[in-house]
């Protein structure tokens, strides 16, 4: 298996435009997570899903970001509009119920 | 509410000594306690992992100490090397769900 896989590995971006987050679990896994990381924070949970539904969303920091899950292989992380204070490292996990987390390598974002 | 906390922040270690790092937790619903290895530039990877039936356990350098009743476990790097410099998380989960993590320790270990 090649692990979750994240894309893009780097985003620059203006403020205000929309940023889309991609990431691919690794087949069987039944949980999928977002997490930020910063300097400042640390690991943020932003959401999970369990089997492609959205459990909890509490971390998600407003209505400018969402996130889906349309099947058990994909999911996306959008921020609409972006701002600066966004810039951060996004990961996606992915784990099957009882064990550790499987980390993808992140999306290091940037906006200016 | 912190649920993990995670001690220290920050420690250096010589080649060849050993590397400590504590948490404690709150919740008694907990019933899986992993820790995971960070390297710059990577998301953080499994290291190790416990479940509270047992109060040990280890793999090759890596052990951790679980101690039920005083809701604390913590990891041992034996033989610490230069290699092992990395920030460490420690983390706590039910069976099914999220977990909540530590804030990290960043350990150095100096040749």
């Known amino acids: 298996d090649a692990g979750v896989i994240q894309s893009p590995r780097h985003e620059v971006t203006e403020m205000g435009q929309e940023v889309t987050l991609r990431c691919k679990p690794i087949?069987?896994?039944?949980?999928l997570f977002w997490y930020r990381q910063t300097m400042m924070r640390g690991l943020e949970l932003l959401i999970y899903?369990?089997?492609?539904?959205?459990?909890?969303d509490s971390g998600m920091p407003e209505d400018r970001f969402s996130a889906k899950m349309p099947n058990a292989s994909f999911s996306t992380l959008k921020i609409q509009p972006s701002e600066p204070r966004d810039s951060a490292v996004y990961f996606c996990?992915?784990?099957?119920?009882?064990?550790?987390?499987?980390f993808g390598s992140g999306t290091r974002l940037t906006v200016v | 509410q912190q649920q993990v906390k995670q001690s220290p922040q920050s420690l250096i270690v010589q080649k060849g000594g050993i590397s400590i790092i504590n948490c404690a937790y709150e919740?008694?619903?907990?019933?899986?306690f992993p820790w995971y290895q960070q390297f710059p530039g990577k998301g953080p990877a499994l290291l190790i992992a416990i479940r509270p039936d047992v109060s040990e356990k280890k793999e090759g350098r890596f052990t951790i100490s679980f101690n039920k009743s005083a809701k604390q476990f913590s990891l041992h790097i034996m033989d610490s090397q230069p290699g092992d410099s990395a920030t460490y998380f420690c983390a706590a989960s039910r069976s099914a769900g999220k977990s909540t993590f530590g804030d990290g320790t960043t350990l150095t270990v100096k040749p």
């Open positions: 087949s069987g896994h039944d949980y």
């Open positions: 996990a992915s784990s099957s119920a009882g064990w550790g987390y499987t």
């Open positions: 899903f369990n089997n492609n539904v959205p459990i909890d």
């Open positions: 919740n008694t619903a907990f019933d899986y």
